[in-house]
C-alpha cells in the first residue's frame, strides 16, 4: 500500500469484531455470519482525506468502503489522472481485476474524505465467493456494471481520438488552400497597384487600330490561361530564358521577371511580334508590363479559385464523412465514401510520404444506408494501413462487385473493398485477437483496443457484411463485403418528409 503523504493507520482484527459493520455493507448485508467460517482475519484502514490506499502496480485486495468515500484514476500517457469511478460508504470495489485474473489494480485509489474500511486478501476474497452466494452475486453485479462503464467511456475516447485525428487533418488541408489565398490575394493587390501606374502613364498617348486589334488578342489570350497543360521543368526553363532574351533585346523593362509570367500562360515570342509592330519601344516596353502585370493577375484569380474549391471539396467531404446519423436511410456511393475519408486523412499520407493506388472497379458501387458508419470504418482501417506502411511506401484501396453465391453469401451480390498496406504484417499470435475490444499492439496512451472492434461491429452488425484479413510480412489486407439491397419500402416517403 502506497500511503501517499497522509498517515494510514492499518490493524488486524478478527473478522467477528468487524461483523456489525460488515452487515451495514451491500455485499453483506444478506450474509449469514457463520457462511464467513473460513476468513478469521481483515485489515481495518482508518484513511485521511487525501491518503493513497492503492498505487496502479499493487498488488490486488477487496475492499469495503465502512465510513467515507474513495476515488479511482487512471494514469494517462502525459502524466495526468483522471477520475475513472469512485466507491461510498456500504459499497466494495476491487472485485474487477481480480474477476479478470489481472496481478496488478492498475488504478490509484485515495479517499476522498475521511474514511474507514476494510480490506481483504486476495485468498480471503476468493473464499468469499466460493462459500457466499449473496457476496458473489453483487460482486459480479459490480463488475459488469464497471466494465459497462469502461467500455462505453472507453468507446467515447475512441470517438473522440478519432475526432481529433480528422480535425488536426481537416486543419492541415484548410491551412494550404487558405494560405495560398492570403498570399495570393497580397499580390494581386501589387499588381492592380501596378496596372494603374502602367495605364495612367499610357492614358495620354493615343492608340493606333493594330494596337488595339494586337493587345486585345493578346488580353482574349490571357483571360484564358487557367487551364494550360503543365510544361516540365526542363521545358519551362528553356521558354523562360529564350523569353527573357528576346524582351531584353526588344529593350522591354523588367525582362528576367516579366518573362516567367508570360511563358507560364501560353505566350510565345511569335504572338507577341504583333505588339512588337506595332508599338514603339518606349511603348512596346510599356504594353509588354502592362500584359505582364495582367497575366500575373489573372494567374492569381486562378489561384484564388483554386484554393476556394478546394475549401469547398473540403466542407463537401466533411459533409459526407459526419451525415446525421437521424438521416433517413439513403442510397450512399462507397468510392465517394471512400475518397471523402482519403482526402480528409491526406495530411497523414503525405507527412509519411504514402501513396494511394485506387482501383475503383465495383459496378454498380452503391447500397444503402444512414448516417457516418460507413466512413467510420473506412477511416479506421486507412488510419491503421498508414500508421503499418514504411514511409515512401503505399497503401491500396480496391473495389469490386462478387455475384450471388460467391464468398459473400449474399442473395443479392457484394461489394468488397480491400485496403492494403506493405508493412510488416499482423504476427499470426496476434491474429485472432484483433477484433477484441481493448485489444492493441500499440504503446500505452496510443490506442484504445477499440478501432477494430467498432470496424467488425458496425460491418456485421450494422451492414450484415463481412470482414476478413490477410497478412504476412509486406501484405495485409482487411477486405470488407458489403450486401448490395434494395432501398427500405419506407425510404421514399421518409425522404420526403
Known amino acids: 500500500m502506497n500511503e501517499g503523504q497522509q498517515p494510514v493507520e492499518i490493524d488486524s482484527v478478527p473478522l467477528q469484531q468487524v461483523a456489525e459493520a460488515l452487515h451495514q455493507t451491500l455485499p453483506f448485508a444478506e450474509t449469514p455470519f457463520e457462511q464467513l467460517h473460513s476468513v478469521e482475519q481483515v485489515e481495518r484502514v482508518t484513511a485521511p482525506a487525501g491518503s493513497v490506499l492503492v498505487m496502479p502496480a499493487d498488488d490486488l485486495s477487496y475492499w469495503l468502503v465502512l465510513e467515507g468515500e474513495t476515488r479511482a484514476d487512471r494514469s494517462e500517457a502525459d502524466g495526468t489522472w483522471t477520475t475513472v ?14 474477476l479478470m485474473g489481472r496481478s496488478q489494480s492498475g488504478f490509484k485509489i485515495s479517499a476522498v474524505v475521511d474514511s474507514r474500511l476494510l480490506r481483504f486478501s486476495e485468498e480471503s476474497f476468493w473464499s468469499m465467493m466460493a462459500c457466499c452466494p449473496a457476496v458473489r452475486k453483487v460482486a459480479l453485479a459490480n463488475m459488469a ?25 481537416l486543419m492541415h488541408e484548410l491551412n494550404n488552400p487558405g494560405a495560398a489565398a492570403k498570399r495570393a490575394a497580397s499580390q494581386l493587390r501589387e499588381n492592380l497597384k501596378r496596372l494603374q501606374e502602367l495605364s495612367l502613364r499610357s492614358a495620354g498617348k ?91 493577375s489573372v494567374s492569381l484569380v486562378c489561384s484564388i479559385e483554386e484554393a476556394i474549391s478546394r475549401v469547398s471539396d473540403l466542407v463537401m467531404a466533411v459533409k459526407k464523412f459526419a451525415y446525421d446519423d437521424k438521416s433517413a436511410p439513403r442510397e450512399v456511393n462507397v468510392h465517394d465514401s471512400l475518397q471523402s475519408t482519403l482526402t480528409l486523412l491526406g495530411h497523414k499520407l503525405r507527412i509519411k510520404q504514402v501513396s494511394v493506388e485506387k482501383r475503383f472497379e465495383a459496378s454498380p ?53 480491400s485496403i492494403a498496406d506493405h508493412g510488416a504484417g499482423i504476427p499470426p499470435e496476434v491474429r485472432p485477437h484483433i477484433f477484441e475490444a481493448f485489444f492493441t499492439t500499440k504503446p500505452q496512451g496510443h490506442g484504445t483496443g477499440l478501432g477494430l472492434e467498432i470496424v467488425h461491429r458496425i460491418v456485421t452488425q450494422k451492414f450484415g457484411g463481412i470482414i476478413d484479413v490477410e497478412s504476412k510480412s509486406g501484405d495485409t489486407r482487411f477486405i470488407v463485403r458489403l450486401p448490395m439491397s434494395t432501398p427500405p419500402a419506407n425510404a421514399a416517403a421518409d425522404d420526403g418528409k
Open 206 to 296: 493615343p492608340k493606333t487600330q493594330p494596337q488595339l486589334d494586337c493587345m486585345h488578342m493578346l488580353l482574349e489570350q490571357a483571360m484564358h490561361s487557367c487551364r494550360l497543360p503543365a510544361l516540365s521543368s526542363i521545358e519551362q526553363s528553356d521558354a523562360e530564358e529564350s523569353m527573357a532574351t528576346w524582351l531584353e533585346s526588344a529593350g522591354v523593362e523588367n525582362a528576367f521577371s516579366l518573362a516567367p509570367a508570360l511563358v507560364e500562360v501560353g505566350f510565345t515570342q511569335q504572338q507577341l511580334d504583333c505588339a512588337r509592330e506595332a508599338f514603339e519601344n518606349g511603348n512596346f516596353s510599356d504594353a509588354l508590363n502592362w500584359l505582364g502585370a495582367l497575366v500575373s
Open 145 to 169: 456494471q464497471r466494465i459497462q462503464a469502461y467500455q462505453a467511456e472507453a468507446i467515447h475516447r475512441e470517438k473522440l481520438v478519432s475526432l481529433g485525428t480528422l480535425a488536426a487533418g
Open 365 to 417: 458501387a452503391t447500397i444503402f444506408t444512414r448516417g457516418s458508419a460507413l466512413s467510420q470504418v473506412w477511416t479506421n482501417l486507412i488510419d491503421n494501413a498508414i500508421d503499418a506502411s514504411p514511409p515512401n511506401s503505399q497503401i491500396e484501396v480496391s473495389t469490386w462487385t462478387e455475384a450471388p453465391g460467391a464468398e459473400s453469401n449474399h442473395g443479392a451480390g457484394s461489394i468488397a473493398v
Open 85 to 98: 469511478g469512485s466507491a461510498k460508504a456500504g459499497e466494495g470495489f476491487g472485485e474487477t481485476p481480480l
